[in-house]
T-cell receptor
Framework: EPEVTQTPSHQVTQMGQEVILRCVPI?????FYWYRQILGQKVEFLVS????????KSEIFDDQFSVERPDGSNFTLKIRSTKLEDSAMYFC?????????????FGPGTRLLVL | AQKVTQAQTEISVVEKEDVTLDCVYE???????LFWYKQPPSGELVFLIR??????QNEISGRYSWNFQKSTSSFNFTITASQVVDSAVYFC??????????FGTGTRLQVTL
């Protein structure tokens, strides 16, 4: 069964460093998302992406964050200068169509720890 | 603004007991979708069900069932004859005219022998 994959599974970085989190969405999916979950808290929407541009972003997704689809398979989230409060689990998700309410399938997550 | 409330932070049951996880939502959208996701200890988010606002029929899938009541803005999830493998955090989520999911805070279910 096709699934969303994410690398790395864990990342430890120093405050101020740049990190890139990678995702490979399900191959025929067209709509991509990033969410984050701070330890013990709820899952929060960061950004949605379709047709090579951001469709929607939350207030969390400030200038320190960027997303890119560098090729036909990868979808990346970059944090330019990490802060302690960026420590969280980051989930990538994808859905098949650009239709609201289409089911989003999540990857296993990348646990980011900023020291 | 959309909001999902899962008032039960943690529930503990003994195996074979039935358990109901509550979900109450708020939205101004007339058309919306509700979801349940499971987050096992390994951390991934597993899709369980999607229900649209026009379909108030209850749904059953094996030991899982869902009760959607628009009148009370609730979308409750029942596990019948719970098993240890059901131990996880369960999230209710909502999407309206925007495609982003709004999640509740989750209910941690602990099933013991």
């Amino acid at each position: 069964e096709p699934e969303v994959t994410q690398t790395p599974s864990h990342q430890v970085t120093q405050m101020g460093q740049e990190v890139i989190l990678r995702c490979v969405p399900i191959s025929n999916h067209l709509y991509f998302y990033w969410y984050r979950q701070i330890l013990g808290q709820k899952v929060e929407f960061l950004v949605s992406f379709y047709n090579n541009e951001i469709s929607e972003k939350s207030e969390i997704f400030d200038d320190q964050f960027s997303v890119e689809r560098p090729d036909g398979s990868n979808f990346t989230l970059k944090i330019r200068s990490t802060k302690l409060e960026d420590s969280a689990m980051y989930f990538c998700a994808s859905s098949e169509y650009r239709v609201w309410a289409e089911t989003q399938y999540f990857g296993p997550g990348t646990r980011l720890l900023v020291l | 603004a959309q909001k999902v409330t899962q008032a039960q932070t943690e529930i503990s049951v003994v195996e074979k007991e039935d358990v109901t996880l509550d979900c109450v939502y708020e939205t101004r959208d007339t058309t919306y979708y509700l979801f349940w996701y499971k987050q096992p200890p390994s951390g991934e988010l597993v899709f369980l069900i999607r229900r649209n606002s026009f379909d108030e029929q209850n749904e059953i899938s094996g030991r899982y069932s869902w009760n959607f009541q628009k009148s009370t803005s609730s979308f409750n999830f029942t596990i019948t004859a719970s098993q240890v493998v059901d131990s996880a955090v369960y999230f209710c989520a909502l999407t309206g005219t925007a495609s982003k999911l709004t999640f509740g805070t989750g209910t941690r279910l602990q099933v013991t022998l």
